[in-house]
Structure formats: structure tokens, C-alpha cells
């Protein structure tokens, strides 16, 4: 079977290469192209991994946005007690009018302004009015809302158009409603305030155990120019634009919030100033169902905790479709062959002739790849060039950290997303995402927490990805865990949100020390386009079932010294850890496909299992790693309860077939001969690799 395979790669050999060098030469005919240049007009969504936070604008300072975030709220902002005698004046709205019993406040129709500092008790209904607050800079106020109803056609019901501070308090167990119109008229039209329906030009605090709905049909639910601090209540937001807005930072601390969108639900948008644009979650339920993020913050976003139930972009069956870039699995350069050669089959003489006998014939309806690998159906199929809105769960301009809380997420874009660092540290997580699960520009960190993601494009991606603790288990059409986007672009999408910026170099590493890590991916499992390391926890992959791709695939190489790794795929691409790695591996390719579920276990010679898994999908090979295995000792192979073969390790890695026989991984065909000490290397370091001489 193995022989056959290798006749058949040979007889392929030429076909093969000629259509990756001519695919290759209309690649390269691209690759002067600097980003942001390529097929049509880039927007600020396409600038760092595609996210459209503009971050660049100003470099966070993440040590001050820490400082910032544990001074973000004071006991006057926990406070939701008051009585009457505390009171600067009661109003009372009465329709088109207002009854006013004390002082600070100014009547004109059904235009009710707050002018003094105090605290005021608002009840009652105004129509086509607007509840105002206009004082001074220094001068803080605060309105308790006893059961308001407040409409206005053409502007904000409620415009906090000057104060220091204004803290509203939602009095228990009272409704409360805003609603403004589908148009504002505006005196000054270069400013174009108010643009929320609940509107505050400075800081903001809405506290209380009462509830708070907000219709919002022209803008933005709502917005505070400064900071917004949200502490207990019960808010419904109904909003054509963002729900609600921190422009400075935003903070929640308690409370339920119910929030329909068509654009974002939480939004921290200041970028000009490196401490701010920031939000910190502490607490909260929160049911979201927007068009595009759930929450996205310029800099960083923090979440302790919550219960989060968040709908991105209409879920993950509207993500967008990815396009292949044409990467077959393997590498032309050193260490990389192709099938039954050298490495090296460029014609001379830039010659592109087919071979003889052999024609360039494509399956019905397919083109040859264009620049980026993409195809065409014969149908015209305009290009989409654009960038569309950014669909996310979570988002930051800089770091994003999750450290605790319960998060379900059924997104078209990103669940996760970070511009720079992303860390999750605790928490339940459950994703299902058009795109990738987890996304960092700079270092995904796993240190805890229980994470499921039952469908994604790649599952865990970033420069590089770090887990260190948690249980993790994922599905993904490509990739599962990826450092530096795979096949160098894979976050190119067709009509999509934008591609994630990485390219193939040695400083790109995936590093396990810890935690559970169970992979389900129809790409590659493991996929490095640098180096992997391992020396803790355990890595279960369910791989490939294509020869296209392989359960590990790495640049540079893949040392282990610990924990327990159990790889399940196919035989034409994979790879193995390295032959310099201090703990051995064991290579089993199979005669026959094994069916999806079926148990493969090693046992030593005392009968102890060392390592078993039943894998998702069919698989021809496995590997096995774990810190027991040693050189020279005599190990049982399990198909199910039935005892397949005994095998001995004699090396790093050895490479035997189902009966315990030795196989020369040379002749196993395939390409994707990268890196130390993978099984289809096509020469370079063999020290202490396994094969029959």
C-alpha cells in the first residue's frame, strides 16, 4: 500500500509541480503590492488583522488604563439611596407641560432644564419634550427617575447638555421609557448634539434597581462624551446606531441589559488619547443582538465577569466565505520536497511548457487561481473588494482579557478579538463564529477556564498562542490552533471582515505547558508557521481527512519534553515533533482507514495505558507522545479492545505500521517536508529518526 502510494506520487510528481510553479508565478506577480493596495479601496476596518478599531490613532497606555480602571467609579456612584429631604426640586411632567415644586429648574412648554446642581426626583409624562441638563463644568447632578416617560420627535429626550457629572438613578421598581424620532433638527449643524436619545456631553452614571428602556430610532441609544459608569438596573436599548456608548471609558458593574443594534452594543470609541477608550466589565447579564460587535473598545477591555448571550452580524451561519490561497500543504525551499523529487523542479530557462502528454484541463466550472490563490466559478462573479462592517463578539484596539464569567457567542465575525494581546484566564465560553474563535494580532494566552467552540473558521489564532491551563475543545473548518494565520493569509475572506495580517517567520511559536486541548479541524490541527513547543498538559487532534493537510504542521520545528500528545489524521501531509525533541514519539500508520470513534490506545508492557483517543473523524495515522515512553522498551498498540501489534521504540521517533514493523518515512510521499524531525522531511537532520535502511 505504502509503494503504491509512492508510485503514484511519482507518476503525479510532474503535473504537480508545473501548476504550483505556474500558480506561483502569478502569485509572485502580485507581491509588490504593499497591504492596503490590493483590488479596490481599503477603510480603517482593514488596518490591524481587518477589525477596523483605528487604534493606531493613539498608542494605548495600558498601565494607565489600569490606574484608570481602579479609580473607575467611587461609593457616591454605588450610592442609590435618597429621601425627600435631599431633594432640590420634584417635577412632576404633565404632557406638554411641567409642575415643579422647589428650585433649579426651568419650564418653557415641554422643555424642562435642570440649570443648578442638586438632586432632582422626575416623574410622570412628557410629550415631545426633552428632560435637560445645562450647569456648569464643576457642578454635578443628580436625577432620580420615578417613573418617566419621555418622547421627542426631533431631538434627544433627555440632553445632558453641561454638568461635571450627572448621575441618574432609576428608582426601584419603576419602568422608565425614552423615545426619540428617525430625525433630530439641530441649532449648530457642525456639532450634531445631541445624538442619542438618553445624550450626556460630560460624564455620566446611571445606577438604581428600577428599569430604563430606551427607543432610540434616529442614532445612538446611549452616549456619554465622558465616561460612562453603569451600576444595577434593568435596560432595554432599541437602537439605529450603537447601544451604548462610553466615548471616554465605560464601565459596568451590575445590572440586565437587553440591547438591539444595528451597529454596536457596548462602545468605548476615544482614540486620541492613550489612557481612554477603554471598558471594564464587572459584572452584568447582558442578552445582546447587534449587526456588528457586541463590545469594542479603541484600548482595552477587561471583563472579571457576567452572563453573556451575544449575537454578532446575524450569527455564525452569515460568516463570511473564506477562499483558499492555494496552498497545497507543502513547502518549495530547504527542507521541503515535492512528491518523488529534490525540492528543486523550476525550469530552466523560465520555461512553462506542460509536460508531454499532459494538458492544463481544470474540473468543470473552475478556473486556474489568480493572484492570492482564490478561484472563480466559469459564471461571472464580480469581485467584492470591500471591507465589511466588523461583526464581533468581544473586542479591543489593544489587549482583551477575560478572566471570568459565562460568555455565549454566535457571531459572523471573531467571538474574541484583540489587536494585540488577547488572555483568557477563567470563565465558560461557548462560540460559534463565522471566522476565528479567539484572535490576537500579538499573544493568545489560555491560563483557565472551560472553552468550547462548536464551529469556527480556526479556532485559536495569533503570533503567537500560549495554553498554559483551561479545557479547551473546538471545531474549525481550517486550522485549529494557529500561529501567524496558517498559510500566511488564511483570514483573507471574499466579501468578508477584512484579513489578519500575518506572514511565515521563525519568531511565530504555539507553547503548550498545561491545560486540555482537544482539536476537531478539517485544516491543519496544530498549524505554526514558526516553531511549536510543548512541556505540559495534553493535545488530543482529531486532523484531516484530506491529504491536503495535516494533524501538525510547523515551519520551523516542534520540540516536546512533556505532557501528553495524541495526533489522528491522514498520511499525506503530517508531520511529527522533532527528532531533537528530549521525549519520544510513536508513529502508527495504518493498512486500512480506521472509522471515526474508533479507540486507539498504548499500553506498556505491564498492560497500563499510557495514551488512548477516539478520534472525531476517519483516520490512517496516529501519533503518540507522553513523558512514559521510553527508548528501547516494548509498547501494545490497541485498535478498540483488539490487540493490534507490539512495537519498540528505538529512537525519538518511530515510525511503524500497524503490524510494529518499521517504515521509511521517505517513501510515504506527501510534501510536507518542513522543519526537524517531521516525518515527511525531505532531508536535513535524521538523527535518531526511525526508518529501514
Known sequence: MIDGYRREGKRKGRLAVFLILLFLTVILSGCGQTAGTSGGDVTADSAQGGDGSGSEAAAADEDAIRAAMAEAYDDEDLDLSWSDEDLTAAVILNGNSADVDGEGVQVDGSTVTIVKGGIYLISGTLDDGQLAVDTDKKTDVRIILNGVEITCGDSAPFNGRLAGKITITLAEGTENILTDGSSYTYDDQEKEEPNA??????????????????????????????????????????????????????????????????????????????????IY??????????????????????????????????????????????????????????????????????????????????????????????????????????????????????????????????????????????????????????DDGMHADGTLTVSGGDIVITECYEGLEGVTVIVSGGNIELTASDDGVNAAGGNDSSGTTAGGFGQDSFKSGSSYLISITGGILKVNASGDGLDSNGSIEMSGGEVYVSGPV??????????????????????????????????????????????????????????????????????????????????????????????GDTKLCDLTVNGSVTTVDDSGALVNAEVLGGMGGRGNGGVMRGGGNERQQSTEE
Open 546 to 639: 484530506s491529504n491536503g493537510d495535516g494533524a501538525l504542521d510547523y515551519d520551523s520545528d516542534f520540540l516536546i519534553s512533556g505532557g501528553r500528545l495524541v495526533l489522528a489524521g491522514s498520511t499525506g501531509m503530517f508531520q511529527t515533533p522533532g527528532a531533537e525533541s528530549s521525549q519520544n514519539t510513536i508513529v502508527v500508520i495504518y493498512s486500512e482507514t480506521q472509522a471515526a470513534g474508533t479507540r486507539a490506545a498504548l499500553a506498556n508492557s505491564a498492560g497500563d495505558v499510557l495514551a488512548e483517543f477516539e478520534p472525531d473523524k476517519d483516520y490512517a495515522s496516529i501519533q503518540f507522545s507522553t513523558e512514559s515512553i521510553a527508548e528501547g522498551e516494548t509498547y501494545t498498540l490497541y485498535s
Open 197 to 278: 436619545a438618553l445624550f450626556c456631553k460630560n460624564d455620566l452614571v446611571i445606577n438604581g434597581a428600577g428599569s430604563l428602556t430606551v427607543n432610540a430610532n434616529f442614532n445612538h441609544g446611549i452616549n456619554s462624551k465622558g465616561s460612562l459608569v453603569l451600576v444595577n438596573g434593568t435596560y432595554v436599548i432599541n437602537s439605529a446606531n450603537d447601544a451604548i456608548r462610553g466615548k471616554d471609558s465605560l464601565t459596568v458593574i451590575g445590572g440586565t441589559y437587553t440591547v438591539s443594534s444595528s451597529a454596536d452594543g457596548f462602545k468605548s470609541s476615544n482614540d486620541t488619547d492613550s489612557d481612554s477608550g477603554w
Open 281 to 434: 466589565i464587572i459584572d452584568g447579564e447582558f442578552h445582546i443582538t447587534v449587526e456588528e460587535d457586541g463590545f469594542q473598545a479603541e484600548t482595552m477591555l477587561v471583563a472579571d465577569g457576567g452572563a453573556y448571550q451575544i449575537k454578532c452580524g446575524g450569527g455564525s451561519e452569515n460568516g463570511a466565505v473564506h477562499t483558499s490561497n492555494g496552498d497545497i500543504g507543502g513547502q518549495i525551499g530547504p527542507g521541503g520536497q515535492m512528491p518523488g523529487g529534490s525540492g528543486d523542479k523550476r525550469p530552466e530557462d523560465g520555461d512553462m511548457t506542460f509536460p508531454e502528454g499532459e494538458s492544463m484541463e481544470l474540473p468543470d466550472g473552475e478556473k486556474m487561481p489568480g493572484p492570492g490563490g482564490e478561484t472563480e466559478a466559469a459564471e461571472d462573479q464580480p469581485a467584492d473588494t470591500s471591507v465589511s462592517d466588523s461583526a464581533k463578539g468581544l473586542k479591543a484596539g489593544s489587549s482583551l482579557e477575560i478572566n471570568g464569567g459565562s460568555y455565549i457567542i454566535d457571531s459572523a465575525d471573531d467571538a474574541f478579538h484583540s489587536n494585540r494581546d488577547l488572555t483568557v484566564a477563567g470563565g465558560t465560553v461557548t462560540i460559534a463564529t463565522g
